[in-house]
């Protein structure tokens, strides 16, 4: 596989388009680290890291949707920086998703943040997807 972040993000759209409650998604440090970011931004309802035989491990994501209208709580998943054309963004050039209601996930020396938090923290880094 080329695109591991691709694959995550692929994954959670077709569970949402299909109306699943739960999807399994193979882990690694940069999708439990994004997972942990959907989680506190409200975008699942919640997530369990587990371990596998080939010690790769699975992440089930229990995805949220509104009770009274069935609509999902992520409306667009889309990659930003990918294997052939990486996108980064300094500190003082973070991108805004949707004027500010949804977020941009970035890998920074800090850690997988939102672009809210690295505004915060003055730092810049690789724009991984926008959610919203």
Known sequence: MTDP?????????????????????????????????????GYILNYKFEE???????????????????????????????PGLRKYASADSLPRVLNGLGVAILSTSRGVITDKEARDMNVGGEVLCYVY
């Open 52 to 82: 596998t035989a080939n010690h790769q491990g699975n992440i089930k994501i229990a995805l949220k949707y509104n009770p009274d209208s069935k609509k999902p709580a992520i409306f667009h998943l889309e990659r930003v920086s990918k």
């Open 5 to 41: 972040i691709a694959d995550y993000l692929t994954r959670l759209r077709n569970a949402i388009k299909a109306k699943h409650r739960v999807v399994d998604i193979p882990a690694s440090n940069i999708k439990k680290e994004m997972t942990k970011v959907l989680h506190d931004k």
